[in-house]
């Protein structure tokens, strides 16, 4: 079966400083994996600046790998012109992690519905406005929101909770195969941070939506992903089924990880 995404021998090196003083700095280092075309949650976990928003980015098509290839449907990711940006934009499609940032705070957030849905209509037809509504409310309705309660608001008129729930909404308006969601509950309330993350699961099953879920949360990996990956200084360290990893982690790193955030003795009722 063929692959959804492959990252083969990835390798990112960003140079930092000047002519003097120029520094290379080695944020992701020969990282392989595969989404297959089954629906699947791979989470990728790791403490900060161990390059997870780099393979993000790399995943995006936001920036190249210095080394090695990365291939969505078994096309190399590689990005030159906004007509092709728009067309990955259609399968892959990013969920940030602030979504405060994500809107203009000037502007109501069911434009930014309107506005994806005439740009990426599934049909390729520019939809009318009548249309347009009906695919925002759609949308909405898979994130547990409708348009009703979101016409006309403004950012800052809704809760964290509910802007992160309308920016994943509008991420489902091209219809994507994946989701690259970095840290996408980290701005949003304790409490509701598992809602947001069973949503993943919802859309997985219900849309059969890919997503990766880039996060420090170990304990909201553990309940949503298949799959985990676990990084260290831009390397993988260990990666496997989540629950076998996170029951059992083998690596030093992933047993530090697991003790620091979940505790040593987490043992989930599940
Ligand atoms: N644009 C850039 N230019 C230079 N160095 C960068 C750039 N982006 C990231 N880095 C460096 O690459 C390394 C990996 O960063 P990255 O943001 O990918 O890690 P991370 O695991 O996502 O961290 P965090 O959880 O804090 O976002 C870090 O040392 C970081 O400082």
Do not use: C, W
């Amino acid at each position: 079966m063929s692959a959804l995404l492959s990252l083969s021998h990835v390798t990112k090196v960003y140079r930092q400083g000047g002519m003097l003083g120029r520094r290379l700095i080695t944020a992701v280092k020969d990282v392989s994996f595969e989404l297959g075309e089954e629906p699947e949650i791979l989470s990728i976990v790791g403490e900060s600046g161990s390059g997870k928003s780099t393979v993000a980015a790399m995943i995006l098509g936001q920036t190249e790998p210095t080394e090695g290839e990365l291939q969505f449907d078994g096309k190399t990711v590689a990005i030159h012109s906004r007509a092709e940006r728009k067309a990955f934009m259609k399968e892959v499609q990013p969920v940030l992690q602030n979504p405060f940032e994500a809107f203009n705070p000037l502007k109501r957030v069911d434009r930014y519905l309107f506005e994806t849905a005439r740009n990426f209509s599934a049909s390729g037809k520019r939809p009318d406005r009548q249309q347009a509504e009906k695919m925002a409310d759609a949308a909405l309705h898979h994130v547990g929101l409708t348009l009703e309660e979101v016409k006309g608001r403004f950012p800052h008129e809704l809760s964290g909770g509910q802007l992160q729930r309308v920016a994943i909404a509008r991420a489902l308006i091209p219809q994507p195969r994946l989701l690259v969601a970095d840290e996408p509950v980290s701005m949003v309330d304790a409490s509701l941070r598992m809602a947001i993350v069973n949503l993943f699961g919802r859309l997985k099953s219900e849309l059969g939506l890919s997503i990766i879920y880039i996060t420090h949360d170990l304990a909201t990996a553990y309940y949503v992903s298949d799959n985990i990956i676990i990084m260290r200084k831009g390397e993988i360290v260990e990666r496997g089924r989540a629950r076998t990893v996170l029951d059992n982690p083998q690596h030093p790193y992933s047993r530090a990880l697991k003790d620091a955030v979940l505790g040593a003795d987490f043992s989930p009722a599940t």
